[in-house]
């Protein structure tokens, strides 16, 4: 199984090594900072320019993943209008998603998207702040720590989770929602007694590790199908 997508490829690690090891599986992870799992133009905001080394990964990706001839490859990856310069827009990320799912050729491989996070969005209409660690905010709060959750309309970045879920479609690939795993109608700082989000825009690795048990019941039926490959 290859993961392929950015940090928030990485952040899901410690679920998918769970369930490489429940499965027997062995787990690659292919991941770049700032470098998503759709066929973009990416911006490096740190220097302000194009980020061309995203191109030059992405071409090195999907060369590797036919060498390794894998039984299903997972795309993830933040998504939002910022990550290309001008904004991108919902119609470019389901076109680059789907060029990359396209890309994936190895016959038989299952593909599947993982759809992104919703967003602990800093300054919403509950935090008060505008800009603040969820933690930070749990300790400002600790007698009410749904002052720190945020509504799931605001949270969610429904017309790019559309368009994922459009990409997904076209492509013959499995697409997964992990809203409900974060979110009820609001979108909470803590679920029982974890710390969801490392920050605004990541989730812990003890929240992931929590989430491996859903996202193999998810992934389960690919894993058997693709255990005859």
């Known amino acids: 199984m290859v993961i392929v997508g950015d940090s928030h490829a990485g952040m899901w690690l410690p679920a998918f090594d769970l369930v490489g090891k429940q499965s027997d599986w062995r787990v690659i992870a292919l991941n770049k900072v700032n470098c998503g799992a759709a066929s973009v133009s990416y911006y490096l905001h740190t220097e302000s320019r194009p980020y061309s080394e995203c191109d030059t990964w992405h071409s090195w ?3 590797e993943i036919g060498l390794l001839d894998p039984s299903i490859v ?3 990856s933040f998504v939002a209008p910022s990550v290309s310069v001008p904004p991108l827009s919902p119609s470019q990320w389901t076109t680059g998603l789907e060029t990359s799912l ?3 050729t190895s016959p038989g491989t299952k593909k599947v998207v993982l759809g992104d996070m919703p967003y602990l969005i800093a300054g919403g209409t509950n935090l008060g702040f505008s800009t603040v660690a969820p933690a930070n ?3 400002a709060h600790e007698s009410n720590v749904q002052a720190c959750s945020v509504p799931a309309t605001q ?9 994922e879920v459009q990409a997904s479609l076209t492509s013959d690939a499995q697409y997964v929602d992990v809203i409900p795993w974060l979110c009820s109608t609001v979108c909470s700082p803590i679920v029982k ?9 990541h ?3 003890t929240y992931a590790t929590y989430l491996s048990g859903v996202l193999q019941a998810s992934l389960q039926a690919d894993i058997d199908a693709a255990g005859a490959k």
Do not use: G
């Open 203 to 205: 989730i812990t690795t």
């Open 74 to 76: 997972v795309l993830t």
């Open 102 to 104: 396209n890309r994936i």
């Open 137 to 139: 905010c749990v300790a």
């Open 61 to 63: 990706v999907f060369s």
């Open 193 to 201: 007694n974890m710390f969801v989000y490392e920050n605004t825009e």
């Open 155 to 163: 949270a969610v970045l429904t017309t790019f989770h559309d368009a």
